[in-house]
């Protein structure tokens, strides 16, 4: 890792060094106690944490004074000699020599027992708690894998704009921006802008931020929430659910093995995902979900509550697949053997956490995608550009979008989904 500063080491290297090595490590005050005259300082940076012994005689009158002073999460820079301590949980701790106040801090507002709605207000100071570092651990670890599975599995990755013209997720949850004397609307997701650069690169991916002004405060919705998005020419909905399938358990395999120690210490058992996903179809899906007592017609999409009850009954991931159209957006293509469901497919997580990926295979044909857009109500001359690639080599083509937040929170068992991003943003949240 880079160093910067005067530090020497980082403060999780220092359980390998010898009894008695000079250091100056740099950090910030996470614990402190006195007793005796000796102050304890628990010094954190982005590698770990380090008992600070700070003592008369090693150490000069004003440097202990500085120590006492030192409020929690102020910076320090401390020079001393590694100490090997078989009652430290590293096995080592640091007898001061000297002591620089870099940034003092008073009154960190952050305490054990601070409320939510608190904790979301300082969201800029409570990133640094050892659990959110933990949750954006995961994140990290989540986004890479899926960039990587990408990546080695030769797919482009080509960014759709975050200004557009027109829905693609239907009206209801737009936002709506200005843009100079017109209107324009931040993206709700970039699956026309990738179905357009299948005739350039086959398979294509992008992973990047979506918008959604859902009103809805639930423990699974954001406004603006990170989307992997992924588009293959010639596939079809087996095809685009066997994708899906080899990513999350390429995620779920690299997660565990680079971060299992983080899922620890969130408390968190996870395995990385063996078998094959089942695949059930809407109609199967409904059964389940009666027999579970829910009330619910066929055609109608599943909620929050009848998708946790689906995905309780299986331990993996599963598919919920032919969903009735207009349960569905216009651009689902319909099963030629049974034109009222369409060939589309969402992955419901296990354990209650449900939707996580919603895809399907597209319509190909401009004749099927003009009937389907009037018959949404809907106005063709909104979708111009996505019609015309209907014209020029039209092939079959699949795709989806994987909720990233969604998936960090189901790993990571996360109670609320604004914990899988560093700022979450909801229709009650700006700030910070
Ligand atoms: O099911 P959705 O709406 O599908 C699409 O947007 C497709 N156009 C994607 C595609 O085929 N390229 O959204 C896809 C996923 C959902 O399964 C969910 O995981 C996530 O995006 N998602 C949200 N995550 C957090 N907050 C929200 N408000 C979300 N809305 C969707
Ligand atoms: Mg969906």
């Given at each position: 890792?880079?160093?910067?500063?005067?530090?020497?080491?980082?403060?999780?290297?220092?359980?390998d060094l010898p009894e008695g090595e000079r250091v100056r490590i740099a950090g910030w005050v996470y614990r402190k106690s006195e007793?005796?005259?000796v102050v304890f300082i628990r010094l954190r940076d982005s590698t770990g944490v380090v008992q600070v012994v700070v003592k008369e005689g090693e150490v000069g009158q004003d440097d202990?004074?500085?120590?006492?002073?030192?409020?929690?999460?102020?910076?320090?820079?401390?020079?001393?000699r590694v100490r090997r301590d078989p009652r430290s949980p590293t096995g080592v701790e640091l007898l001061a020599s000297s002591i620089k106040m870099v940034g003092p801090s008073h009154d960190f507002p952050i305490k054990p027992d601070s409320g939510e709605e608190f904790l979301l207000d300082n969201r800029h100071l409570h990133l640094r708690t050892t659990k959110m570092r933990n949750?954006?651990?995961?994140?990290?670890?989540?986004?890479?894998?899926?960039?990587?599975?990408?990546?080695?599995?030769g797919f482009v990755r080509v960014?759709?704009?975050?200004?557009?013209?027109?829905?693609?997720?239907?009206?209801?949850?737009?936002?709506?921006?200005?843009?100079?004397?017109?209107?324009a609307y931040l993206t709700q997701s970039s699956q026309f802008y990738l179905e357009a650069a299948i005739f350039a690169f086959e398979n294509v991916y992008t992973i990047q931020p979506s918008f959604r002004a859902e009103k809805s405060r639930t423990r699974r919705h954001l406004t603006e929430f990170w989307h992997a998005e992924a588009e293959m020419a010639w596939a079809d909905l087996?095809?685009?659910?066997?994708?899906?399938?080899?990513?999350?358990?390429?995620?779920?395999?690299?997660?565990?093995?680079?971060?299992?120690?983080?899922?620890?210490?969130?408390?968190?058992?996870?395995?990385?995902?063996?078998?094959?996903?089942?695949?059930?179809?809407?109609?199967?899906?409904?059964?389940?979900?009666?027999?579970?007592?829910?009330?619910?017609?066929?055609?109608?999409?599943?909620?929050?509550?009848?998708?946790?009850a689906i995905s309780l009954e299986f331990d993996l991931p599963v598919f919920v697949t032919h969903y009735p159209k207009q349960a569905k957006a216009f651009y689902h293509k319909p099963d030629p053997e049974r034109p009222e469901v369409v060939l589309c497919a969402d992955l419901l997580a296990p354990e209650g956490i449900g939707e996580i990926v919603g895809g399907g295979q597209r319509i190909e044909s401009e004749e099927e995608l003009l009937r389907r857009i009037r018959e949404e109500g809907l106005n063709p001359s909104d979708y111009k550009w996505y019609i015309d690639l209907r014209r020029y080599g039209s092939v079959p083509h699949?795709?989806?979008?994987?909720?990233?937040?969604?998936?960090?929170?189901?790993?990571?068992?996360?109670?609320?989904?604004?914990?899988?991003?560093?700022?979450?943003?909801?229709?009650?949240?700006?700030?910070?």
């Open positions: 890792m880079w160093k910067f500063g005067e530090r020497t080491h980082f403060i999780g290297e220092l359980q007793l005796g005259g202990l004074e500085r120590a006492r002073d030192a409020g929690i999460e102020a910076s320090l820079v401390v020079e001393g949750a954006l651990l995961i994140r990290r670890e989540v986004m890479r894998a899926v960039e990587e599975w990408f990546i080695t599995n960014e759709g704009p975050t200004f557009v013209g027109a829905a693609v997720e239907g009206g209801a949850t737009l936002f709506e921006v200005p843009y100079f004397n017109r209107k087996n095809g685009m659910m066997d994708v899906v399938e080899s990513l999350l358990k390429y995620v779920s395999q690299k997660v565990v093995e680079r971060a299992g120690h983080v899922l620890e210490a969130l408390g968190r058992r996870f395995e990385p995902l063996e078998g094959d996903f089942p695949r059930i179809t809407y109609d199967e899906a409904l059964d389940i979900a009666k027999r579970k007592g829910a009330s619910i017609e066929w055609g109608e999409d599943f909620g929050t509550e009848v998708e946790r699949s795709g989806f979008g994987l909720g990233i937040e969604r998936t960090i929170r189901w790993i990571a068992g996360l109670p609320h989904i604004r914990d899988a991003i560093p700022f979450p943003r909801t229709p009650t949240r700006l700030y910070p």
